[in-house]
């Protein structure tokens, strides 16, 4: 059975503070750690007030601090905002304070607007096209050195931290499967090329010493409560929030609405509909078939969860929720075939 993780925005909610929203990433991973999560990944954002974890490699040492065994990494670091060497000693220092616990997935995308990121980058179009080439050379520079190698990440060097290459199209699993690499699919936001981009990531996946064969990570959105009414009830505050940003005026991450009726037009309806379709909302039985059905369809090795939900107390509760779920679907299958034959930290 697919173990579960969750992706994590350090939401800034309506009233609250990006202090609050930090303290609230560190008890979500707490939880999470409790209830048997394999990952707490957090998300590189940049200019978004809803979103406090733009020091993406800060808020995981904030986090991994806070915790003993949960692995905690980046879902990921927008490579393109970064120098490979910089992102190399950010990580082997995090690697070195939390040995063993440490993943780097890595995005091509801005994870902003185009004037922000115009801040963040020297040359946009470079950086972009040049994101195959920073992937091999941050790996080399995590790795062993070599001889007559001139520069040396310090800390950084072998630190051998475990990279995963994180997609919304086709290109990223291309470039996984060519370079032997754990796939990271973000079907939470991005749905429409899910099953073509994972079967290009197996068809050309070509082992590696990083990994033997393929492994797929899929995202979803997800909001687990006692009642598929409730779940749906707290639902609302991610559907506004789709609402905004599509409009261009993301904003702090809202309470929930007893309706969305007067809240968006037809059109932006269907957009958000679509945009999360495979969401997982409801109660423990709504929740587990859901999953069953997405996993089933996806074939994936790991699922990673996204839980937007504004109340701290409902939040934690979906975590415990969807850890039931799991352990009950692991449960049913613990008769079938034995373990995948090959491991991923």
């Excluded at 990494?73 to 970064?82: A, D, E, T, V």
């Amino acid at each position: 059975m697919a173990p579960f993780s969750i992706l994590d925005l350090s939401p800034v909610i309506e009233g609250g503070t990006v202090a609050q929203s930090l303290a609230n990433s560190r008890q979500l991973a707490q939880e999470a750690e409790k209830e048997g999560y394999q990952r707490f990944w957090l998300a590189e954002h940049h200019g978004m007030r809803g979103i406090a974890s733009a020091a993406t490699a800060l808020v995981i040492q904030h986090v991994a601090a806070g915790t003993e065994t949960i692995r905690v990494g980046s879902g990921g670091i927008m490579l393109p905002n970064h120098s490979p060497l910089v992102i190399a000693e950010q990580f082997g220092t995090l690697e070195a304070l939390f040995p063993g616990r440490i993943d780097l997935g890595l995005g091509r995308a801005p994870g902003t607007d185009m004037n922000t990121a115009r801040a963040l980058r020297r040359n946009l179009e470079t950086s972009a096209n040049n994101f195959p080439q920073d992937v091999v050379d941050l790996m080399a520079l995590m790795g062993p050195v070599q001889p007559g190698q001139q520069i040396v990440a310090v800390p950084g060097a072998d630190s051998n931290v475990p990279v995963w290459l994180l997609g919304s199209s086709h290109y990223s699993a291309h470039l996984a499967g060519m370079l032997g690499l754990p796939f990271a699919f973000a079907s939470h936001f991005a749905p429409d090329m899910l099953l073509s981009a994972l079967e290009i990531y197996r068809e050309r996946f070509t082992p590696s010493q990083y990994l033997d064969k393929p492994h797929v990570m899929v995202g979803v959105m997800g909001v687990a409560a006692d009642t598929d009414a409730e779940a749906q009830h707290l639902f609302t505050s991610m559907q506004q929030s789709f609402v905004t940003l599509r409009r261009g005026a993301p904003t702090v991450f809202p309470p929930p609405v007893e309706s969305m009726d007067g809240l968006w037009s037809e059109t932006e309806k269907i957009m958000v509909d679509h945009t999360l379709q495979y969401a997982v909302v409801g109660g423990p039985d709504t929740i587990r078939d859901q999953i069953a059905g997405f996993l089933e369809t996806t074939k994936a090795d790991e699922l990673i969860i996204s839980m937007p939900v504004y109340h701290m107390e409902a939040r934690l509760k979906s975590v415990r929720l969807f850890a039931e779920a799991q352990r009950t679907l692991a449960g049913a299958a613990s008769a079938g075939s034995g373990a995948s034959g090959h491991a991923v930290p």
